[in-house]
């Protein structure tokens, strides 16, 4: 829980989220919105960012899913994903920047409006779990719709 997100080899998906990854947000202030069950990330975004200055690291946007092999573009509203074992996700927003990235030792209060600039359009995707199940650190992820 929190930020960053640490790497593990395998989770399992449920409707509402990662197994044992509370998120105070989605779960206190919107209500436990399904729509916002898993957030992905792409590499390429990071490595963007990182190539800007920003030293961000794997799951300090507090990302559940760091993609890699795919553009960010490959993710669209509305889109449905297969990923690892049965799971099948459809993304439903996109993930907007926050003022808690300031917990980020690179960003603090001092530079958390202009990294929040900075993650407009940029931090990842919210998404709707269809189907639970288990996916693993290597699995790979197939746009289905």
Known sequence: PG????????TIVEFNGLQGDYNNIRTEKKKGNLDRAVSIMTIDKINDLRSEGWPIRLGDLGENFMVQGVDY???KIGGEYNMGKKVRIKISEPCNPCTRLSVLPYVGEERINEFMRTLIHRRGWYARVLDEGEVGLFDKIKRTL
């Open 73 to 75: 573009d490959y993710f």
């Open 3 to 10: 930020l960053p997100k640490i790497s593990i080899p395998t």
